[in-house]
């Protein structure tokens, strides 16, 4: 019987030889800089878009500095302007709503279910009251909500939905990867995501306005034309001129390390979801133990879970985090009062409106939430689930 689990929760695999090797390569090429390639060379960062936007399966890719850029500039170049109000999750990361503040926006938080997903009836609801005519949609810890009837309600009420893919990165609804609903998908390459290149990002997108004023937007100067998946010149006549440049570019080095993890991406989604299943089959016996329920339509990606337990005062809740840490699993609970590490709480983003969120209160108060490293081994998963299952139980 293991007392103690001894994985470290923040512990990433290394970054595949064939990257380092191509990393090494730009680093003795002295071409770091996304734009310094030498004659016909493209540059790894403008194929990795290319590889990027053909895996998504959309037209335009621009690869950027991190998730959260890639956030502001989809924003900005969906038409966003100071004062406009963007509806978002009450329940997701801080550089979403940090993103919307950044470009001036006024965050309008809809309430979660005890799924996890976006309430569609509040989001409606919210919709009409506001009037709002922007939803950045933040798919958190790999939890989709129903895309169709999203999109449905979105398009009635001319909304643009901007996607925050952060966690999402090779999961699917109906077949259909996340990041192609809305007007743009966003995604993070930073160390805890998917693909690891430290700090990172892409945009995605169908439209040619919109990636080509993203592209200016990320800083291209005028060499928008060393892109390796944007619009062509005639669409950039009159947008490379009255858009401004954030400098947000990813550099050759990011993307060299990023290409052999694409490559890579599919077989590690099925890592992630053997780990998941793992945890989740270990939890399900505990009738203490509630975990969110997984839509058939949707294929996630495991690389997190999250379980609550309804009923659990907060005492009882502070007490699973202590034992659970004593027996070397590192539990968040969104319901502490302050903010701590990577968790996050809508009533500490003080530089937003004041807003209750009586339903989402209510789901985080006894949520909890781990991350699941490619360097726990599926027998790692079941001690763990073990661990917090007992240790659920000793506090009850
Ligand atoms: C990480 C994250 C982002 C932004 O990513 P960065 O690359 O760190 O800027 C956005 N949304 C969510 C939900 C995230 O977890």
Not at 91 to 99: I, Q, R, S
Not at 119 to 128: T, V, Y
Not at 136 to 145: P, Q
Not at 353 to 378: A, G, I, M, N
Request: proline share 5%; net charge negative; charged share 20%.
């Amino acid at each position: 019987m293991v007392d103690r689990f001894t994985g470290n929760f923040t512990q990433q695999e290394p970054i595949p030889d064939d990257a380092i090797e191509a990393a090494v390569a730009v680093l003795r090429s002295g071409r770091l800089h996304r734009y310094n390639v030498a004659g016909d060379d493209p540059g790894e960062t403008a194929l990795l878009e290319r590889e990027y936007a053909e895996w998504q399966g959309a037209t335009y890719c621009i690869a950027l500095a991190s998730g959260g850029q890639a956030l502001q500039i989809a924003m900005r170049a969906s038409g966003v302007i100071h004062g406009d109000q963007v509806l978002t999750n009450a329940f997701t990361l801080a550089p979403v709503p940090g993103a919307i503040a950044a470009v001036g926006g006024v965050p309008v938080l809809v309430e979660i279910d005890e799924n996890l997903r976006l309430d569609l009836d509040d989001l409606e609801k919210k919709a009409q009251e506001t009037g709002a005519k922007f939803l950045l949609l933040s798919h958190m810890r790999g939890h989709l909500c129903h895309m169709d009837r999203l999109m449905r309600i979105a398009d009635g009420a001319g909304i643009k939905v901007i996607e925050d893919c952060a966690h999402t990165m090779g999961a699917t609804w109906n077949g259909t990867r996340s990041g192609n609903f809305g007007v743009a998908g966003c995604f993070s390459t930073q160390t805890y995501k998917h693909m690891n290149s430290g700090e990172g990002g892409f945009l995605t997108t169908d439209d040619p306005d919109l990636a080509a004023r993203a592209v200016i937007l990320s800083g291209s100067y005028m060499l928008h034309q060393r892109h390796g998946a944007a619009p062509g010149p005639e669409v950039f006549a009159q947008i490379r001129l009255e858009t401004p440049n954030m400098s947000a570019r990813m550099d050759n080095l990011r993307a060299a390390i990023l290409r052999p993890q694409l490559r890579g991406l599919e077989r590690n989604v099925l890592r992630w979801n053997e780990r998941y299943d793992a945890v989740a089959a270990g939890l399900e016996g505990n009738n203490s133990i509630r975990l969110p329920v997984r839509p058939e339509a949707e294929t996630g990606v495991g690389s997190s879970i999250q379980f609550r337990v309804p009923g659990f005062s907060r005492d009882e809740c502070q007490a699973l985090v202590r034992q659970a840490g004593e027996r070397g699993v590192e539990l968040k609970w969104f319901g502490a009062a302050e903010p701590v590490g990577f968790t996050s709480d809508y009533r500490s983003w003080q530089y937003i409106p004041k807003q209750h969120l009586p339903r989402s209160e209510e789901v985080l108060s006894t949520l909890f939430d781990l991350r699941l490293p490619l360097t726990f081994s599926v027998e790692d998963c079941g001690v763990l689930a073990r661990i917090i299952s007992e240790t659920v139980s000793g506090v009850r």
